[in-house]
């Protein structure tokens, strides 16, 4: 059986539950939403994010495949340092 992206994306994403992150997203016509929040929990098909407060959504939800698409960008925010999650098989 071979390797699954998505689960690899999952896994990876595991890692950094409960860190801060920014996240870029394709909001269409050009437009490209950017929020910051805390990695809150993963799913076997989506993670959530926790937005702060400033936000007029206190969560939000995206699929692996957004990631793998690249139509979400997170950028995982650890202390100094920004770790830009993306999948590279």
């Known amino acids: ?14 890692g950094y539950v ?22 809150e929990e993963t799913y076997p098909s989506v993670f959530i994010v926790k937005l702060d407060e400033q936000e007029p959504f206190k969560r939000v ?15 995982v925010l650890t202390g100094k340092e920004s770790v830009r999650i993306t999948y590279a098989p």
């Open 18 to 39: 409960g860190q801060r992150i920014m996240l870029k997203a394709n909001g269409g016509r050009r437009k490209t939403i950017e929020r910051s929040g805390v990695l």
């Open 61 to 75: 939800s995206y699929s692996y495949a957004d990631i793998l698409t690249e139509t979400v960008e997170l950028t």
């Open 1 to 14: 059986m071979g390797r699954n992206a998505l689960t690899d994306i999952k896994h990876l994403l595991e």
